[in-house]
């Protein structure tokens, strides 16, 4: 079963990874200077937001700044304009990524027959020399296309479109840092908190080669308290430690290798479909079940051959076998008995039906409403002496009781008394005991005339002119009396039919044994997986900021900022869908999750020079991808389920699930390898005007981590460029806006943009507040 968790685990952290970490959308800009700035923002970082950037510098001024308390509330948004691609798999083969090459399956049934199955089989009819060999069961199942629109594995590539919609994800920040504080001797200490969201993103991808996503939906929040230490503005320290929870949900496709063969011995001929069981199985079942044939007396000697019995019953309804008066249905509304499964359930249907009306008929005699009696004469039997006259006459007694298929109706308490007076000509006369029938006598004329029929009865055992179908009883029943079925449930319901037996008993019967069930297959299987997950993390960053030189109308900064790796353990649940087709059939499965990954640790080093107005700083940026725990998973608590309850594969054991997925080369699926430390360079310009307002703008160059040859995270190197603006209202409040572009160059990767350079916006509404 580890192909169903790796897979889940594969989806999860390339969404993770592709939305978090990798150089298109690693979210480093998270306020208003840091995205007009391209994150050329580490040694002049001033104000609210240097609590989250470079805590070292809470307590730098810029030359103009004043020591206060500062705080930035912004709003983030984070734009991707729709578009298109395509995925080059021309190049690859089996094995090299979630590539969707189709999946062909073969399945052989052996059946281990002794030659005395064989020589008695055959003694009464039945052949079954053609299941010796090893049976070829007929193609079924999910019926999934690969990249070229065909059923099977296909070893040749192909170019695969998709696409992804539009996508608008706002996210807000608060940014704070407070005034110096324990000030001595030109050194303090400063404090703050930044509560940020890394990444968020909700999209929706289309198309064959954007199933691997298909509708996402990522959120992570991080909360950083800080506090820093600073001498004369020369040097300073700071650390912050890094609360991060982060959550998805995912509905999304991957393919999987999954090659070679499995055995699998089912003990359960019943977990074999019926349009699965060989000809010469159905024709000995069929056989075994009927008594058309010598060979249906075989059945006889095995335990089974009852069938005949359904005929019988039905063509022979007597009043010491009763059955068909609680609702038996004829032999032809039971289908065909060939066809077991849907032959029983019709059985079992029709078995109901007649047990709930026995429990009316019961229900009915032990409430005092129904009485095979002639009147209320004490008789131990239906003698002359208790047939009705002048002197003990038949009583009107009613009741109302309720017929299936016809609903609300008048019942008859005394049934053989009112059957004597219609027998004797629809009577009311004193001398037959029928001076009571009156209105009885005028019930049945008026049904005679409703259906133009020359007499009615009252069926013995629902009390009314209707038997348990439905149906006037026109028929003269004779004398009635307490029912005894010929067969009945172990409550004594009625049973008019009898089951076949499936393959399973005839099988046992025969002698059979266990079955074989060997299945070849080659190629990616299809996951439609839907899954969660979420965690809370820690880790810490820290910097450290010297300025040798500082006047007035220059400056010289330098700053170093590590961010330690932040170490995941996704707790989620998964639901996934495994197509394996063929006559083995889909299974899905349900399990608790556990992944283990971690955000990459970076270094980044700034360095600003100040030139009276004009701040520039250049910015290098190293990111630790290479190591680190990436795929590392377990699971607990997995549940399986047939996808089509009538398929093989739901008789199957837990165990024999998991050795049939354990063919599947999940690292072949892996997102993570090959991937390599990468290099980020920044270059940002600030101009302040003498009226405070600020013009920002930079450029950066990063590089993507990703093996551009390889399926798995589509990522490129990014060029980036950024702009913005800060304006002072009052001395104390500013309002400001910024924005950054990623162009992103997919020239040598094999997912290839239709519309050009890729492209996501960051956009930036902000307002500070000094105090």
């Known amino acids: ?17 592709c939305m978090l970490h990798s150089s298109g959308f690693k979210i480093n800009e998270q306020s208003l200077r840091s995205i007009a700035l391209s994150s050329a923002y580490v040694a002049a970082v001033y104000g609210a937001d240097s609590s989250y950037f470079n805590p070292a510098n809470m307590g730098f001024l810029d030359g103009i700044r004043e020591d206060k308390h500062d705080l930035e509330i912004s709003l983030t948004a984070i734009y991707i304009p729709s578009f298109d691609f395509s995925t080059d798999t021309r190049t690859k083969k089996l094995g090299e990524g979630s590539i969707n090459w189709g999946l062909t399956s073969n399945t052989t049934m052996k059946i281990p027959l002794s030659q005395t199955a064989l020589d008695f089989a055959k003694f009464f009819g039945v052949n079954l020399d053609s299941l010796k060999d090893p049976i070829v069961l007929p193609h079924g199942g999910s019926g999934n296309l690969n990249q070229h629109g065909e059923l099977g594995y296909d070893s040749s590539g192909a170019v695969v479109d998709g696409s992804a919609d539009t996508t608008i994800f706002p996210v807000p920040k608060i940014f704070y840092k407070s005034k110096s504080f324990l000030n001595y001797d030109g050194g303090g200490f400063n404090v703050g908190v930044a509560f940020t969201a890394p990444s968020g993103l909700a999209m929706t991808w289309n198309g064959e080669a954007g199933a691997f996503l298909k509708d996402v939906m990522i959120a992570m929040i991080e909360l950083s308290p800080s506090i820093s230490y600073q001498y004369k503005e020369i040097i300073g320290i700071g650390i912050s430690p890094r609360i991060l929870y982060g959550l998805g949900n995912f509905n999304n496709t991957v393919y999987v290798p999954l090659n070679g063969s499995v055995l699998t011995n089912l003990k359960d001929y019943d977990a074999i479909p019926d349009e699965m069981v060989p000809a010469a199985m159905q024709d000995l079942i069929y056989q075994v079940n009927t008594a058309t044939a010598v060979s249906g007396f075989a059945g006889l000697f095995v335990g089974g051959g009852a069938h005949w019995n359904n005929t019988e019953r039905y063509n022979n309804p007597t009043l010491f076998n009763p059955d068909r008066w ?9 289908g065909d008995a060939h066809n077991i499964s849907a032959y029983n359930s019709n059985v079992a249907q029709a078995n ?3 047990k709930n009306n026995w429990n009316h008929y019961q229900n009915e005699w032990a409430n005092g409403n129904l009485e095979w009696r002639y009147n209320n004469k004490t008789c131990s039997s239906q003698t002359a002496i208790c047939l009705p006259t002048l002197f003990n006459p038949v009583p009107n007694a009613t009741y109302t009781t309720h017929i299936p298929n016809v609903g609300q109706a008048k019942g008859y308490k005394f049934i053989n008394g009112v059957n004597y007076c219609i027998q004797n000509g629809n009577t009311t006369s004193g001398f037959f005991g029928c001076q009571n029938m009156g209105s009885i006598m005028d019930d049945a004329s008026e049904i005679r005339r409703k259906y133009n029929i020359n007499s009615v009865y009252v069926n013995c055992y629902t009390g009314t002119f209707y038997d348990y179908s439905g149906n006037l009883q026109i028929g003269n029943p004779g004398p ?11 409550d004594g319901a009625p049973r008019g039919y009898k089951y076949l037996w499936g393959a399973k008993e005839v099988a046992q019967a025969f002698g059979m044994g266990d079955m074989d069930i060997t299945t070849s297959l080659e190629g990616s299987t299809k996951v439609d997986q839907r899954s969660n997950g979420a965690d809370l993390a ?15 109308n220059y400056s010289l900064t330098i700053s170093g900022v590590f961010d330690s790796p932040v170490k995941f353990k996704f707790k989620g649940k998964l639901d996934a869908d495994t197509y394996i087709g063929g006559s083995i059939g889909d299974i899905n499965m349900k399990a608790d999750l556990l992944l283990d990954t971690q955000l990459p640790a970076q270094l980044k080093i700034g360095v600003a020079q100040r030139i009276y107005n004009l701040t520039l700083e250049l910015v290098y940026e190293r990111i630790l991808w290479a190591g680190g725990k990436k795929f590392d998973f377990s699971f607990s608590n997995p549940t399986f389920s047939a996808l089509n309850p009538n398929s093989i594969i739901a008789g199957f054991t837990k165990e024999q699930i998991e050795s049939m997925m354990n063919l599947a080369n999940y690292d072949a699926v892996a997102m993570g390898k090959g991937w390599k430390d990468t290099n980020a360079y920044r270059v940002g310009l600030t101009y302040r005007f003498d009226s405070g307002t600020i013009l920002m703008a930079s450029f950066a160059y990063d590089e993507s981590p990703v093996p551009q040859d390889q399926i798995g995270i589509p990522d490129s190197t990014a060029y980036i460029v950024g702009g913005g603006i800060n304006i002072p209202i009052t001395n ?8 950054t572009v990623y162009l992103k160059d997919g020239s040598k990767s094999i997912y290839q943009s239709k519309d050009g350079l890729g492209k996501l916006v960051l956009a930036n509404l902000s307002m500070g507040y000094s105090f």
Do not use: H, Q, W
Not at 1 to 17: A, C, D, G, Q
Not at 480 to 490: A, N, V
């Open 352 to 354: 109901a039906i007649m």
């Open 1 to 17: 079963m580890r192909i169903l968790n790796k897979i889940k685990i594969y989806i999860l952290l390339f969404v993770f990874t």
């Open 480 to 490: 009635c009396s307490y029912p005894s079925p010929s067969e009945t449930d172990s």
């Open 732 to 739: 104390n409040l500013s309002i400001g806006a910024s924005a």
């Open 538 to 552: 820690f880790g810490y960053r820290a910097g450290v900021t010297f300025r040798p030189i500082n006047s007035k």
């Open 326 to 334: 609680f609702g038996l249905p004829s032999v032809g509304a039971l």
